[in-house]
């Protein structure tokens, strides 16, 4: 069982960078996969990074290759999504995740917990 709280959403310009934060709560927050979807209005979730227990793989979606980091420090119990050169299709709420198989999931479904969503708006 993981508890995951999102921070760092907030308004941002075309351009601009946000640092989104995930903190868990739990004594095996390394035992997880862990990853980052974004919903918008009107549409459904989907992916748009993972990374694995350790940190030392990664996979991204096509939209933000490029653009995002994700990141994780297993001491800190905290996984980061560094959002760099950000574009107006890219706001969104953004979910943290979860889930206890091995694999870089890329569906929602593939995620065991979720955390509440952090709102990012990007301005034109």
């Known amino acids: 069982q ?30 997880y996969v862990t990853g980052w979807f974004r919903q918008a209005p009107g549409k459904e979730r989907e992916f748009v990074a993972a990374i694995s227990r350790s940190g030392g793989n990664t996979y991204y979606a096509d939209s933000v290759k490029g653009r995002f980091t994700i990141s994780r420090d297993n001491a800190k119990n905290t996984v980061y999504l560094q959002m760099n050169n950000l574009k107006s299709e890219d706001t969104a709420v953004y979910y ?29």
């Open 2 to 31: 993981v508890q995951l709280v999102e921070s760092g959403g907030g308004l941002v310009q075309a351009g601009g960078s946000l640092r989104l934060s995930c903190a868990a709560s739990g004594r095996t927050f390394s035992s």
């Open 96 to 124: 943290c995740a979860a889930r206890r198989d091995l694999g870089l999931g890329i569906r929602k479904y593939d995620y065991d917990y979720w955390g509440q969503g952090a709102q990012v708006t990007v301005s034109s």
